[in-house]
Each structure stands twice: as structure tokens, then as C-alpha cells.
């Protein structure tokens, strides 16, 4: 649902008469490359940007299966750079990447600087901890056993890495926060919204505007 949610995003910010294909999407934080080949199946053009080598690799093996030739993938930081220069991208989108990473404003910063003016942004980050047997038994009590089990598809893979990644963070910003942070990169915020598992993260569109 959050993969739609974004994708229609994605695809709203959007001139009238855009060709998807001629719309370049930078996917930060990208992981396995989950929601990059959702936004290249959809048919724009998408790099998917990942500072894990072995998420990058494995990324790049499901590419190589699946033959898309309007998705890549590349291993690095934003926050460094990344050798991508200013306002290369028509779209920027970041989910679930900002909590986890040790100079989230700079990575904002840097977000800000390769978005072409008058781009869209959207960033999806974590305003807590979202604790998996607990939110497991709410999600049970409130919709059923169908819509719990499917949770800990996301539930279990994410208590896992949440016990393995490296002790940064956890950068969990509430709407204030977050909006402050926007703007001190340069953005423009559009909307804001609660979204995900019980709501427990913030999705925030924003702009570049023409002329900066």
C-alpha cells in the first residue's frame, strides 16, 4: 500500500503530457531495490542509489533477471555526493532511509542539490520504533488475522536488520521536525501525511522551486 501510495505521488507531480520514460527517478536508500522496480516497471527511468554493497549486488542480480534497461543501480552515499551532479533528477524519493542514516540533513541537502528545479521530492521516514509483536497483536485486534500475518512480511525481515545494522540513530522526526529540516535543505513542503503500519511513519512531498 505504501508502494502505491508513492507511486501515485511520483506520477501526480508530473507536467500534464510527461512521458514516463523521460522522467529520471533517483530512488535513495534504495535496499534490495524493492520500490525502484516498482517505479521502473511503471516505466520511468530510475537509478536506485544504495551505500550497502551487498544490497547493491543483490539488486543488481534481480535487475539482470527481470531485463529492465530503463533501471541501474549504484553503490554510494548521497550524503558524500555520489559523483551525481547538480539537478540531474526530475524526481527524487527516499522511504524508510533517512532514520537509519548517520547525516540525514546532509543527505536532505544533497537531495536538494541533484533535483532539477521545479522537481518533486517525497521522503517516507519513521517517527518511532514500530515494535513488531505488539503492533502484530493491534493490527490483529483492529482488522483481522489476514491483514496481521501479512505485516510480518515487513514486520520480521525489518526486527532483523533493525538487530544487525550499525547503531546510527535512530533519526525518528515528527512532522515539525521534519518539516524544519525540509526547509533548512531548501525545499518547499507540499503535504504531509501519517501513512504505513499504524501510521508509524510521515510521508512528506516537497518541491524545488524554479529559480533555485
Known amino acids: ?28 536508500g534504495c535496499g534490495p531495490g ?3 522496480f516498482v517505479l521502473a516497471e511503471a516505466g520511468f527511468n530510475v537509478i536506485g542509489l544504495e551505500s550497502y554493497a551487498a544490497l547493491v ?20 552515499d548521497l550524503a558524500d555526493g555520489a559523483g551525481i551532479r547538480e539537478a540531474a533528477y526530475d524526481v527524487i524519493v527516499s522511504i524508510h532511509s533517512l532514520y537509519v542514516h ?10 536538494y542539490r541533484i533535483l532539477k528545479p521545479g522537481g518533486h521530492a517525497i521522503f517516507v521516514n519513521h517517527t518511532r520504533h514500530v515494535a513488531p509483536w505488539s503492533t502484530f497483536s493491534d493490527i490483529k485486534r483492529r482488522d483481522g488475522t489476514k491483514p ?20 546510527i540513530g535512530p533519526h525518528y522526526w515528527n512532522e515539525t521536525q521534519f518539516t524544519a529540516n525540509l526547509q533548512a535543505a531548501g525545499f518547499t513542503v507540499l503535504e504531509s501525511r501519517r501513512t504505513f503500519i499504524n501510521g508509524a511513519s510521515l510521508l512528506m512531498r516537497a518541491r524545488k522551486d524554479v529559480g533555485h
Do not use: C, Y
Open 1 to 28: 500500500q505504501l508502494q502505491a501510495e508513492v507511486l501515485e505521488l511520483v506520477a501526480a507531480g508530473l507536467p500534464p503530457a510527461t512521458l514516463k520514460r523521460d522522467v529520471h527517478v533517483l530512488d535513495i
Open 34 to 36: 524493492n520500490f525502484t
Open 57 to 76: 549486488e543483490l539488486a543488481r542480480e534481480k535487475r539482470r533477471a527481470k531485463r529492465l534497461a530503463n533501471l541501474a543501480f549504484r553503490h554510494g
Open 102 to 111: 548517520p547525516q540525514p540533513e546532509t543527505l536532505l541537502k544533497e537531495a
Open 148 to 167: 496481521a500475518l501479512g505485516s510480518l512480511l515487513w514486520l520480521v525481515p525489518n526486527s532483523i536488520f533493525e538487530a544487525a545494522r550499525r547503531r
